[in-house]
T-cell receptor
Framework: DAGITQSPRHKVTETGTPVTLRCHQT?????MYWYRQDPGHGLRLIHYSYGVKDTDKGEVSDGYSVSRSKTEDFLLTLESATSSQTSVYFCAISPGGRGEKLFFGSGTQLSVL | AQSVTQPDIHITVSEGASLELRCNYSYGATPYLFWYVQSPGQGLQLLLK??????LVQGIKGFEAEFKRSQSSFNLRKPSVHWSDAAEYFCASRRGSAQGGSEKLVFGKGTKLTVNP
């Protein structure tokens, strides 16, 4: 299995508080992604990164920011969490290039009360 | 905008029966196409992918998928389903190199498969 670690695995927080989720990889892959998964919506891309300090928005980026200061770490921040951000968050990595696949982490269950 | 449609939210089949899960993509040209499977409480695992060449691709666990440009489809099939195939299946696409390429992978909403004994 690809070396991807998401932390924390579970988090409960209150509306209005900041939350940071961490994705750490040991594969030295160029591309990293944050998805959220919600029933009836499948996986939706929040942000992705194509290199250190290089990021781009996905389909549902409002309310989220990301940072990548090192190849191995990709952080997702909810500046002021809302109940609509209760979801399962998946990090994925890819070496990139033609047709390369994504490797997924185990997910973070976030509940915003 | 790039999109992937999986028309069936939930499918139930009997063990040993054949299976076909439908997927349609929005691009007119040839995107890169993928099928992923997710077991309960797990991340996603790649079943197979298509980016060029033979339109019938083989994947893991006995799955195959056929790319049909005329129908903008990439349906997943298995001739005989096993109880362990019960899971949620996601079709995904990204722009191919002929369209400028993209590393953004867009997923369909998923099809949940139930297998009856």
């Amino acid at each position: 299995d690809a070396g991807i670690t998401q932390s924390p695995r579970h988090k409960v927080t209150e509306t209005g508080t900041p939350v940071t989720l961490r994705c750490h990889q040991t594969e030295n892959h160029r591309y990293m992604y944050w998805y959220r998964q919600d029933p009836g919506h499948g996986l939706r891309l929040i942000h992705y990164s194509y290199g250190v300090k290089d990021t781009d928005k996905g389909e549902v980026s409002d309310g989220y920011s990301v940072s990548r200061s090192k190849t191995e770490d990709f952080l997702l921040t909810l500046e002021s969490a809302t109940s609509s951000q209760t979801s399962v968050y998946f990090c994925a990595i890819s070496p990139g290039g033609r047709g390369e696949k994504l490797f997924f982490g185990s997910g973070t269950q976030l509940s915003v009360l | 905008a790039q999109s992937v449609t999986q028309p069936d939210i939930h499918i139930t089949v009997s063990e040993g029966a054949s299976l076909e899960l439908r997927c349609n993509y929005s691009y007119g040209a040839t995107p890169y196409l993928f099928w992923y499977v997710q077991s309960p409480g797990q991340g996603l695992q790649l079943l197979l992918k298509y980016f060029s060449g033979d339109t019938l691709v083989q994947g893991i666990k006995g799955f195959e998928a056929e790319f049909k440009r005329s129908q903008s489809s990439f349906n997943l099939r298995k001739p005989s389903v096993h109880w362990s195939d019960a899971a949620e299946y996601f079709c995904a696409s990204r722009r191919g190199s002929a369209q400028g390429g993209s590393e953004k992978l867009v997923f369909g909403k998923g099809t949940k498969l139930t297998v009856n004994p």
